[in-house]
C-alpha cells in the first residue's frame, strides 16, 4: 500500500514540476520579447528624432546612432538594419547600400 502511494506521489511531483517549468519558460520567453519590442521601440523613436532634412532633398541622420544599439539593456548581436520609407513602400533612407531593385519594400 505504501509503495502505490509513493508512486503515485512522485508521479505527481513530476507532473507538477514539468507544468512549473513550461509556465516559467512561456512567461520568460514573453517577457524577453516584450522588453525587446519596448527597446526597439525606444530606439526608433531615437532614431526617428535624428531625422535631418538636407538642403538636397535628401535624408540623412544627425550624430552617430553607434551608441543608440549599443546602449544599456539592448543586447544586439549584430548591427541591425533600419529603413526610412514613405507610405508608398519607397525606401527613402537606409544604413545599408541598397541596388536599384531593393529601393522599395515587399507591400
Same mark, same amino acid.
Given at each position: 500500500?505504501? /509503495? $502505490?502511494?509513493?508512486?503515485?506521489?512522485?508521479?505527481?511531483? *513530476?507532473?507538477?514540476?514539468? #507544468?512549473?517549468?513550461?509556465?516559467? #519558460?512561456?512567461?520568460?520567453?514573453?517577457t524577453?520579447?516584450?522588453? /525587446?519590442?519596448?527597446? %526597439?521601440?525606444? %530606439?526608433?523613436e531615437? *532614431?526617428?528624432? /535624428?531625422?535631418?532634412?538636407?538642403? @538636397?532633398?535628401?535624408?540623412?541622420?544627425?550624430?552617430?546612432?553607434?551608441?543608440?544599439?549599443r546602449? +544599456?539593456g %539592448?543586447?544586439?548581436?549584430? @548591427? +541591425?538594419?533600419? $529603413? *526610412?520609407? @514613405? #507610405?508608398? !513602400?519607397? *525606401?527613402?533612407?537606409?544604413?545599408?547600400p541598397? !541596388?536599384?531593385?531593393?529601393? /522599395?519594400?515587399? +507591400?
Amino acid at each position: 500500500m505504501q /509503495r $502505490y502511494w509513493t508512486t503515485r506521489y512522485l508521479l505527481t511531483l *513530476i507532473v507538477g514540476l514539468i #507544468a512549473i517549468a513550461l509556465v516559467s #519558460a512561456l512567461w520568460i520567453r514573453h517577457t524577453t520579447l516584450q522588453h /525587446r519590442l519596448k527597446m %526597439m521601440e525606444l %530606439m526608433a523613436e531615437e *532614431i526617428a528624432n /535624428r531625422i535631418v532634412l538636407f538642403n @538636397d532633398g535628401s535624408l540623412g541622420l544627425q550624430g552617430e546612432i553607434g551608441g543608440i544599439m549599443r546602449g +544599456p539593456g %539592448m543586447a544586439l548581436e549584430g @548591427d +541591425p538594419s533600419f $529603413y *526610412i520609407a @514613405d #507610405a508608398r !513602400g519607397t *525606401i527613402l533612407y537606409s544604413n545599408r547600400p541598397l !541596388g536599384p531593385a531593393e529601393r /522599395r519594400l515587399h +507591400p
